[in-house]
Protein backbone atom coordinates (compact mmCIF):
# COMPACT_ATOMS: atom_id res chain seq x y z
CA UNK A 1 0.00 0.00 0.00
CA UNK A 2 1.44 3.70 -0.83
CA UNK A 3 2.60 5.34 2.00
CA UNK A 4 3.65 9.10 1.61
CA UNK A 5 5.28 10.81 4.95
CA UNK A 6 6.35 14.30 5.29
CA UNK A 7 8.86 16.20 7.40
CA UNK A 8 11.33 19.30 7.46
CA UNK A 9 8.52 22.07 8.51
CA UNK A 10 8.94 24.64 10.74
CA UNK A 11 9.42 28.38 11.69
CA UNK A 12 11.41 30.42 9.54
CA UNK A 13 11.99 34.13 9.05
CA UNK A 14 11.37 35.70 5.84
CA UNK A 15 14.66 35.08 3.16
CA UNK A 16 15.31 31.99 5.32
CA UNK A 17 15.69 28.09 3.82
CA UNK A 18 13.93 24.79 4.37
CA UNK A 19 14.11 21.43 3.17
CA UNK A 20 11.01 19.30 3.14
CA UNK A 21 11.44 15.59 2.84
CA UNK A 22 8.26 13.06 1.45
CA UNK A 23 9.38 9.12 2.53
CA UNK A 24 7.75 6.96 -0.05
CA UNK A 25 6.73 3.84 0.13
CA UNK A 26 4.83 1.14 -1.51
CA UNK A 27 5.22 1.79 -5.29
CA UNK A 28 8.07 2.25 -7.22
CA UNK A 29 9.50 6.40 -7.16
CA UNK A 30 11.62 6.12 -9.65
CA UNK A 31 8.88 5.55 -12.13
CA UNK A 32 6.52 7.47 -11.08
CA UNK A 33 5.55 10.82 -11.01
CA UNK A 34 5.14 13.36 -7.83
CA UNK A 35 3.82 16.42 -6.62
CA UNK A 36 4.30 19.35 -4.15
CA UNK A 37 0.81 20.92 -2.79
CA UNK A 38 0.31 23.50 -0.44
CA UNK A 39 -2.48 24.69 1.01
CA UNK A 40 -2.79 27.96 2.97
CA UNK A 41 -5.53 28.68 5.46
CA UNK A 42 -8.36 29.57 3.65
CA UNK A 43 -7.79 29.03 0.27
CA UNK A 44 -7.49 26.01 -2.60
CA UNK A 45 -4.83 23.65 -2.50
CA UNK A 46 -2.08 24.62 -5.17
CA UNK A 47 0.78 22.63 -6.82
CA UNK A 48 4.03 24.01 -6.03
CA UNK A 49 6.37 21.17 -7.88
CA UNK A 50 5.98 18.30 -9.55
CA UNK A 51 8.87 15.50 -11.14
CA UNK A 52 6.75 13.59 -14.00
CA UNK A 53 7.16 9.61 -14.68
CA UNK A 54 10.39 10.69 -17.32
CA UNK A 55 11.83 13.14 -15.30
CA UNK A 56 11.01 16.30 -16.47
CA UNK A 57 10.58 19.12 -13.60
CA UNK A 58 7.33 21.66 -12.94
CA UNK A 59 7.22 24.60 -10.94
CA UNK A 60 4.53 27.02 -9.92
CA UNK A 61 5.68 30.19 -11.65
CA UNK A 62 5.35 31.64 -7.70
CA UNK A 63 8.17 29.44 -6.33
CA UNK A 64 10.18 28.92 -10.37
CA UNK A 65 13.76 30.21 -9.49
CA UNK A 66 13.73 29.73 -5.34
CA UNK A 67 12.60 26.10 -5.20
CA UNK A 68 14.13 23.10 -6.02
CA UNK A 69 12.56 19.53 -6.27
CA UNK A 70 14.45 16.36 -6.65
CA UNK A 71 14.28 13.01 -5.11
CA UNK A 72 16.88 10.36 -3.90
CA UNK A 73 16.10 6.88 -5.33
CA UNK A 74 17.84 5.02 -2.84
CA UNK A 75 16.40 6.39 -0.36
CA UNK A 76 12.79 6.31 -1.75
CA UNK A 77 12.23 9.86 -0.54
CA UNK A 78 11.15 13.24 -2.55
CA UNK A 79 12.87 16.71 -1.29
CA UNK A 80 11.57 20.29 -2.06
CA UNK A 81 14.75 22.13 -1.32
CA UNK A 82 12.94 26.06 -0.29
CA UNK A 83 15.05 29.21 -0.27
CA UNK A 84 14.25 32.67 -0.30
CA UNK A 85 11.08 31.94 1.65
CA UNK A 86 8.25 34.78 1.86
CA UNK A 87 5.46 35.42 4.24
CA UNK A 88 2.81 33.99 1.63
CA UNK A 89 4.77 30.43 1.36
CA UNK A 90 3.20 29.47 4.80
CA UNK A 91 0.89 26.81 4.31
CA UNK A 92 0.98 23.36 5.06
CA UNK A 93 2.92 21.21 2.51
CA UNK A 94 2.20 17.69 0.88
CA UNK A 95 3.47 15.28 -1.02
CA UNK A 96 1.18 13.22 -3.42
CA UNK A 97 1.04 10.95 -6.24
CA UNK A 98 -2.13 12.72 -8.28
CA UNK A 99 -1.21 13.76 -12.23
CA UNK A 100 1.04 16.46 -11.48
CA UNK A 101 -0.99 19.91 -10.69
CA UNK A 102 -4.34 17.74 -10.65
CA UNK A 103 -5.13 17.46 -6.82
CA UNK A 104 -8.97 16.66 -7.71
CA UNK A 105 -7.65 13.65 -9.97
CA UNK A 106 -6.88 9.78 -7.75
CA UNK A 107 -3.93 9.62 -5.84
CA UNK A 108 -2.34 9.36 -2.84
CA UNK A 109 -1.81 12.22 -0.07
CA UNK A 110 1.09 12.00 2.54
CA UNK A 111 -0.32 13.91 6.22
CA UNK A 112 1.22 17.43 5.49
CA UNK A 113 4.05 19.38 7.39
CA UNK A 114 3.48 23.17 8.28
CA UNK A 115 6.08 26.24 7.06
CA UNK A 116 5.47 29.21 8.61
CA UNK A 117 7.52 31.94 7.38
CA UNK A 118 7.28 34.90 10.11
CA UNK A 119 9.09 37.38 11.19
Known amino acids: QVQLVESGGGLVQPGGSLRLSCAAS????????INWFRQAPGKKREGVACISSDGTRYYADSVKGRFTMFRDNAKKTVYLQMNGLKVEDTAVYYC?????????????WGQGTQVTVSS
Open 96 to 108: ATVPCFNPDLFGS
Open 26 to 33: GFALDMSR
